[in-house]
């Protein structure tokens, strides 16, 4: 089993490149352990700042450090960096169009015990809607590696959600196939005639359980196609469109509140070009249970079996 979260893989690829590259500068808000940056302020204190918890601070300074050249990550809980410092990533880093990347760490309900204080359900909706901000959701370390290595390569605002959690390798390091906005598409065909055809779109934590659910739906006789739609802004609608012409129906499941996110824009994107059904799973509109991501997925179906039971139902 994996025990690296997604968020010391972007310590790690920061590093390599922080060697040679100066220009790279780590931003915290009293963060950097739950961030796994540790590391990084220990080798390269030059290139490290530590605002305290001063989340508008964060992202303003991070922007004029921009503005001079730098390449600023800035790393916060997502719960704190997507509310807190809205109206700086709304101006002073989307709208000034700065090279400011924001890293919300310990995304979605990866805080656990701490609550809806600390759950960040609602950071897709709020980020997407910023005109010129990106939303990335890697799903594994791998994934996350190469999103980041991409980024460092250019010069426009993203906002990166990880959560706080190892989560089981998807891909592995010799064979994660990537392309910057462009979703990862793998398909389980049943060993017979397909009944049916579905198409499920996830992204996050949630493309585990997504290809897991394609697997058992395809020894059912039921061909799934899964998409790690990574890149939920900007979405690969080309992907989601090919897909969604194929199938008879399109699930979508995130770690999200139901409006606003992943599920959210695949059905704009599904109903204004292919006729078929689309149904969204994703968490309630209401304050989320307190328990751990298994817990939780568990207690609201967003896992495997509940994947399934949504097609089985609509298909």
Known sequence: MNKIPNRQAICDTLMANA?????????????????SMTPFFKEFPEQSIEVGIAEQNLVSIAAGLAKCGKKPYCFSPACFISTRSYEQAK????????????????????????GMSHHSAQDIAAMSAIPNMRVYLPSDRFQTAKLIECLLADEKPAYVRVGRNPVEDIYSE??????MD??????????????????????????????????????????????????????????????????????????HAPFGGLGANVASIISANCPVKVVQMALPDDHVITGTSPEVFNHYGLNAAGIVKKVQENV
């Open 182 to 255: 462009k979703a990862v598409v793998k398909t389980f065909d049943p060993a017979g005639e397909a009944s049916k055809t579905v198409t499920i779109v996830a992204c996050g934590e949630m493309v585990r359980p997504a290809l897991e659910a394609g697997a058992l739906l395809a020894a059912q006789g039921i061909r799934a196609i899964v998409l790690d739609m990574y890149c939920v802004k900007p979405m690969d609608a080309t992907s989601l469109i090919s897909a969604g012409k194929e199938s008879d129906l399109v699930v979508s499941i995130e770690e």
């Open 91 to 114: 101006v002073d880093v989307a709208y000034s169009n700065t090279n400011v990347k924001l890293i919300g760490i310990s995304g979605g309900i990866s805080y656990g015990a701490l």
């Open 174 to 179: 010799n064979d994660c196939p990537f392309e």
């Open 19 to 35: 060697k040679d590259d100066k220009d790279i500068v780590a931003l915290c808000s009293d963060s950097r352990g739950s961030a």
